[in-house]
């Protein structure tokens, strides 16, 4: 079964460092999208990104947030200047027309 | 009222009961309907959709009541393995990402 690939599984880093998660979605997916769960909290949705450009964007995903398509597979997301209130799971999915969406394993990431 | 409302339990029911989880949503026109199962630490993992004439997967039943704004799902003969959170996530708008509503997750616990 395809799936979407998430890397790295834990990331960890100082507050005010910048980071950037990596996704490789399912290859004939063409809408991609970016979520965040703090522990403990439900999933919220950052970004959806479609034709090379986002699409949407929810309130959370402001301008410290920036996603990316560099080639023709990765999809990432860069978080500058990241703060301890950034330290959540952040999942990236991919769906095709009209489809559910597929989710990565997910990035726990961790901002100390 | 809460765009999509579950129950967070936790359920802990005996291994071969019948249990029951209900979501709650307050957009009228929402468009679509999923139940996802997400494990500790794990990604969401799409169950099933919720098909307006009900559907059924196995041991797994979705409702759909536009009337009442709620789905159902009913797990019969639970196993152990069914342990985890089942989300309810409702698509408000099958062109708008962001519409894609989470709500908090029903924790289900199996025991033996």
């Not at chain 1, 970004?47 to 560099?70: A, C, G, H, L, T």
Request: glycine share 6%.
């Amino acid at each position: 079964e395809p799936e979407v690939t998430q890397t790295p599984s834990h990331q960890v880093t100082q507050m005010g460092q910048e980071v950037i998660l990596r996704c490789v979605p399912i290859s004939n997916h063409l809408y991609f999208y970016w979520y965040r769960q703090i522990l403990g909290q439900k999933v919220e949705f950052l970004v959806s990104f479609y034709n090379n450009e986002i699409s949407e964007k929810s309130e959370i995903f402001d301008d410290q947030f920036s996603v990316e398509r560099p080639d023709g597979s990765n999809f990432t997301l860069k978080i500058r200047s990241t703060k301890l209130e950034d330290s959540a799971m952040y999942f990236c999915a991919s769906s095709g027309q009209g489809a559910h969406s597929t989710f990565g394993s997910g990035t726990r990431l961790t901002v100390v | 009222r809460k765009e999509v409302e579950q129950d967070p339990g936790p359920f802990n029911v005996p291994e071969g009961a019948t249990v029951a989880f209900n979501c709650t949503y307050s957009n009228s026109a929402s468009q679509s309907f999923f139940w996802y199962r997400q494990d500790c630490r794990k990604e969401p993992k799409l169950l099933m959709s919720v098909y307006s004439s009900g559907n059924e997967d196995g041991r797994f039943t979705a409702q759909l009541n536009r009337a009442s704004q709620y789905i159902s799902l009913l797990i019969r003969d639970s196993k152990l393995s069914d342990s985890a959170t089942y989300l309810c996530v409702v698509n408000g708008d099958y062109s708008s990402a962001s519409k894609i509503i989470f709500g908090s997750g029903t924790r289900l616990s199996i025991r033996p």
